[in-house]
């Protein structure tokens, strides 16, 4: 069940407490299509035993996965007993996300980097150094996080640094994670290929072996554990879609 009491939104102009009521019914409406995907889908999970023993250790994890996936993440909520830390944008859409997965049991830490698509450094509103901070300490808690691996606006399918680099600074495991629905309905024009699983359809959810980051990596170093959390996602997404007879997207 989900939990309560769980901690408010970490925000500033875009609290999720604190939108419209329009963009507060919008994320009522995505919750209650979530719970009909959820409760009239049958669910297939492969490969959480090293994941239920890092949480039966209360040790920390930064769980991973496709920005196109959100949609096939959220009710993983019900699959944890640790606390669940989600970050989200520091937007308005971000907000939204964060009423959406607050009844899965999952706290929002909204902000954001920027990718590389953009062609331009991270804006400092986007509060991402902040965002980091918060992640590390409830990492050094023992907490889980949750978050998506490829960045906003893109390149899709590879894992942006600051994930990486949080993994090695408070030593948590990297879950490279994999979702998939048949069937889903691919949403065109999107930089992240969103998929969205449809009612009364197949889900799979593959979790691969845990990924350690080395403090002292140099910046070679980092990049390199970037190529190695990006083929492990790859690999939990490819894994995911064959379970359900589907090809993979990559």
């Avoid at 959220?74 to 308005?92: E, K």
């Avoid at 997965?101 to 509103?125: E, V």
């Avoid at 907490?143 to 994930?163: L, Q």
Wanted: charged share 20%; aromatic share 8%; hydrophobic share 40%.
């Amino acid at each position: 069940m989900p939990r309560r009491n769980r901690e408010p939104v970490i925000g500033h102009s875009f609290e999720a407490d604190n939108v419209a009521w329009p963009l507060r019914l919008i994320g009522k409406l995505v919750t209650l299509y979530i719970r009909l995907v959820e409760r009239t889908s049958q669910v297939q999970v492969v490969g959480d035993g090293p994941m239920n023993q890092l949480q039966l250790d209360e040790q920390p994890f930064i769980l991973l996965l496709w920005h196109g996936r959100n949609f096939q993440s959220v009710p993983m909520g019900r699959y944890f007993h640790r606390p669940i830390f989600a970050l989200t944008s520091r937007s308005r859409d971000g907000a939204i996300i964060a009423n959406i997965i607050k009844p899965f049991g999952f706290s929002a830490i909204q902000g954001s980097g920027t990718g590389a698509a953009a062609k331009k450094a991270t804006n400092p509103r986007k509060r991402g150094a902040q965002a980091f901070r918060s992640m590390l300490k409830h990492l050094q808690a023992g907490h889980i996080v949750v978050a998506t691996a490829d960045v906003p606006p893109g390149p899709v399918f590879e894992t942006g640094p600051g994930m990486v680099r949080l993994a090695a600074k408070s030593g948590a495991a990297i879950i490279p994670t994999g979702g998939c629905g048949k069937p889903e309905f691919p949403v065109f024009s999107t930089w992240d290929k969103l998929h969205l699983p449809l009612p009364f359809c197949q889900r799979a959810i593959v979790y691969g072996e845990p990924i350690y980051v080395a403090k002292d990596l140099d910046e070679d170093g980092l990049l390199e554990a970037q190529k190695r959390v990006d083929a492990a996602i790859a690999q939990a997404q490819a894994d995911a879609a064959h379970m359900l007879g589907k090809k993979p997207l990559i």
